[in-house]
């Protein structure tokens, strides 16, 4: 099971790196599109991932393995990609700020146009979303993002191979309950 995890895993967190550094860079994307490219990514690596484990432990798998595959496929794409954005980000995220900056301009923009809000919330909820955004573009904050992220999309991809390719181990092949 090791190495297809390792194999869809740094497929995975390489193109999805890959793909951010070019976003970074000055390239023309727009953030929706690259975080739909990167749940793509994973979606892809964990099916193949899971159809790969399968096929090395002899045509059966678990619900149990075919989740912990999953999800070890998107850790290991979350560490390849957090230590991207660190070395990109050293020595002081100067490589980021830019799109901070960019990224903050949209946030006053779009609470300076929100008519629920009230004058006096306003400059609360810019400060509020200023200090969230910066907050992303900083190591810990995007690596606590981009694990959860990982996690929870490898973990319902999972769910869903689960359903079509593994095997519940509790039933016998003539469909009686194990006795234990």
């Known amino acids: 099971m090791q190495r297809p995890v390792w194999l869809f895993g740094g497929i995975a967190g390489i193109l999805s790196a890959l793909l951010e550094y070019l976003f970074y860079s000055g ?3 727009n953030s929706q599109s690259l975080y739909l490219t990167k749940i793509i990514i994973l979606l ?3 099916v193949f991932g899971i159809i ?3 096929k090395l432990q002899g045509g059966i798998i678990s619900i149990g393995r075919t989740l912990l595959s999953g999800v070890l496929i998107s850790l290991v794409k979350s560490a390849i ?8 980000y050293a020595p ?5 700020r830019e799109h901070v ?3 903050q301009s949209q946030a006053v923009e779009i609470i300076a146009e929100n008519a629920d809000l009230t004058e006096e919330e306003k400059p609360v909820k810019i400060k509020e979303a200023n200090s969230y955004i910066a907050g992303q573009f900083k190591p810990w904050g995007y690596s606590v993002s981009t694990i959860i992220e990982g996690i929870v999309t490898a973990f319902v991809i999972s769910v869903l191979m689960a359903a079509f390719v593994a095997k519940n181990m ?3 092949q003539d469909g009686g309950i194990q006795k234990q």
């Open 44 to 46: 892809i690596s964990v």
């Open 27 to 29: 390239q023309n994307f």
């Open 92 to 96: 002081d995220g100067e490589f980021y």
């Open 170 to 172: 509790m039933y016998q």
């Open 52 to 54: 790969l484990v399968k």
């Open 81 to 88: 990609c957090i230590a991207v954005f660190a070395i990109l």
């Open 101 to 103: 900056k960019h990224a």
